[in-house]
């Protein structure tokens, strides 16, 4: 890791790790003691609670379904897990837990990591004393999120994190929040906040649905165009957001955001386009340079993913049918992110001589990246494009830092923005396979960025076709 980080220093670039405390793993050794004495120290490092015949402590439900608490092996207690059993949660308001956790950060901060993504930190603080909460479904089961609206006082447990560990190395930290309030958001991300950014997830939960993801809306492209532009008036100047198409916990955005039978070369770049160009820190998930697509699952025993399991049933309870429930599942599954890393065209995609633990995408021979490396054209080579312009000195200072101003906002099936700082640029999508046309106000001085060979052009009107997107200096 030392070595890791040297080198990547020695080319101005910074390492990142994945944070992950709000649980820990039941093989580790904390959780491993507090079974074998659950009224010590490290059984206060977990919530426990006396385990009551036909009683759980309360009714929420698990993000992953069923109940948040498991038998604590080997005791007459249960502990709590609001993710998977094997991810018991920690035990936040005791203060030695508390230490513990930043003594870890600070080794890695101390190594010269650069900073975290830091995983479902929401979480860390529960709504005391426990109660239950109104049943949502059959199971009379309540969702987690009822006890995480009702939890007080996060902001005492990230604003000492942040001055333990973070502040104090000049660290990078963006962070998984996903339920605060507009009001909230100087104390995130602002000047002093707790974070240096938070990830945007407006547009990757829209149309869910509370009674599972087979009840889920797709999101149009004035869906999406809207989520985007919520996001950004929130924050505003306030700070960065770091935007998204997808991550592992998300199926592929291409498949999500793109309208069904549309995935092509063209819309990909589109797609690409108008979500890196918009004001924050843009994120690239493995694949997704590449243009990969959600997997086609032939039956739920290819699924690996617990959610996608848990979903299914609840799919089947509703009155689904296995191939209705599989076909939602395979819409919305984490897996569809997770399979192997599409290298190349030989064997399992060029990942591994061996046995892939998911099956690879049989789209791989066709989508990988030693051939769009090679192809001048290919999404690969659009991302190379955007980042430069990113990068350029020319337009750094407005594209990194230039204010957004959305424009033909009532436009169906048009995506459009300018970016305005010392100079201005728009950015315009055809959100669409049918041609649009736009008038601009006046003309511009270059065409920056065109998924398509020319520009069509005539007294100010510029005529898009099927998802084309350009990036003008006006």
Avoid at 227 to 253: M, T, W, Y
Avoid at 343 to 354: K, L, Y
Avoid at 398 to 415: D, I, K, Q, S
Wanted: proline share 5%; glycine share 8%; net charge negative.
């Amino acid at each position: 890791m030392e070595h890791l980080i040297a080198e990547a220093k020695r080319r101005n670039m910074y390492i990142l790790m994945d944070l992950v405390v709000n649980h820990c793993s039941d093989e580790h050794e904390w959780f491993r003691k507090a079974c074998e004495d659950p009224d010590g120290k490290y059984g206060n490092f977990f919530y426990l609670r006396d385990k009551k015949d036909g009683e759980l402590p309360t009714n929420w439900r698990s993000y992953f379904g069923g109940p948040v608490w498991e038998d604590l092996p080997g005791t007459d207690k249960q502990y709590l897990h609001v993710f998977h059993k094997k991810q018991p949660d920690l035990n936040w308001e005791n203060p030695e837990l508390r230490e513990e956790v930043y003594k870890n950060i600070n080794w890695w901060l101390d190594k010269g990591l650069g900073g975290f993504r830091i995983d479902a930190i929401i979480n860390i603080k529960k709504a005391l004393p426990f109660r239950n909460y109104a049943p949502d479904r059959d199971d009379g089961l309540c969702s987690i999120y009822a006890m995480l609206q009702e939890a007080k006082g996060i902001g005492e447990f990230l604003g000492e994190m942040r001055d333990r560990t973070f502040k104090k190395y000049d660290a990078f930290a963006v962070g998984e929040v996903f339920n605060e309030k507009p009001e909230e958001i100087p104390d995130f991300i602002g000047d002093d906040g707790y974070f240096s950014s938070m990830f945007d997830f407006n547009e990757t939960i829209f149309g869910k649905s509370g009674k599972g993801w087979y009840d889920a809306r797709p999101v149009t492209p004035d869906d999406y165009k809207k989520c985007c532009f919520e996001s950004q008036a929130k924050v505003g100047e306030i700070g960065f957001l770091s935007n998204i198409i997808e991550n592992h916990d998300e199926p592929r955005g291409v498949s999500h955001y793109i309208p069904e039978g549309d995935c092509c070369e063209e819309s990909k770049k589109m797609l690409a386009a108008l979500n890196f160009m918009l004001r924050g820190l843009p994120f690239i998930y493995q694949g997704q340079e590449l243009g990969m697509e959600n997997m086609t699952f032939t039956s739920i025993e290819e699924v690996d993913d617990i959610s996608s399991h848990d979903e299914y049933s609840v799919a089947l309870d509703a009155g689904l049918s296995p191939e209705e429930a599989l076909k939602a599942v395979s819409k919305f599954s984490r897996d569809n992110a997770r399979t192997p890393m599409q290298w190349s065209d030989e064997a399992n995609a060029g990942f591994t001589t061996g046995t892939p633990w998911l099956k690879v995408n049989p789209n791989y021979t066709s989508i990988n990246a030693t051939e769009q490396m090679k192809n001048p054209e290919s999404v690969w080579n659009f991302y190379k494009q955007l980042i430069s312009l990113r990068k350029d000195p020319a337009y750094k200072e407005t594209v990194v830092y230039g204010a957004l101003e959305p424009v033909w906002e009532e436009r169906h099936n048009l995506m459009a923005y300018y970016r305005k700082g010392d100079r201005t640029l728009l950015v315009v999508g055809n959100y669409q396979r049918e041609t649009q046309e736009i008038v601009l106000p006046s003309g511009y001085q270059k065409v920056l960025l065109n998924n398509y060979g020319n520009v069509s052009e005539d007294n100010g009107r510029i005529r898009l076709y099927g998802y084309q997107v350009l990036v003008l200096e006006m």
